[in-house]
């Protein structure tokens, strides 16, 4: 899969009755808002280590890392 095609929440064919059931609050924090960070968190490192895997086999070029970056500092522009 692109980096570009890549969606990191929500996930294809989750089920979030099942998931927001299992997630537990932590101290001051909405329960769907600690869903979507940990959905974010596992689906980014997902996302990071299939790239670094990438990289060690010699299927793409070590420019991953730079995009990964660049898509993140837009998005946190596009937020801001």
Known sequence: MDLAEEYLFPLPGDSDAETV???RQQDGQYEM???VEKTLRQNLQRLV??????IHSGSVALAGDSL??????MALCYIH
């Open 21 to 23: 059931a299992t997630l």
């Open 33 to 35: 808002f600690s869903h």
């Open 68 to 73: 990964l970056a660049g898509a993140l500092s």
């Open 49 to 54: 280590l299939r790239e670094v895997e990438d």
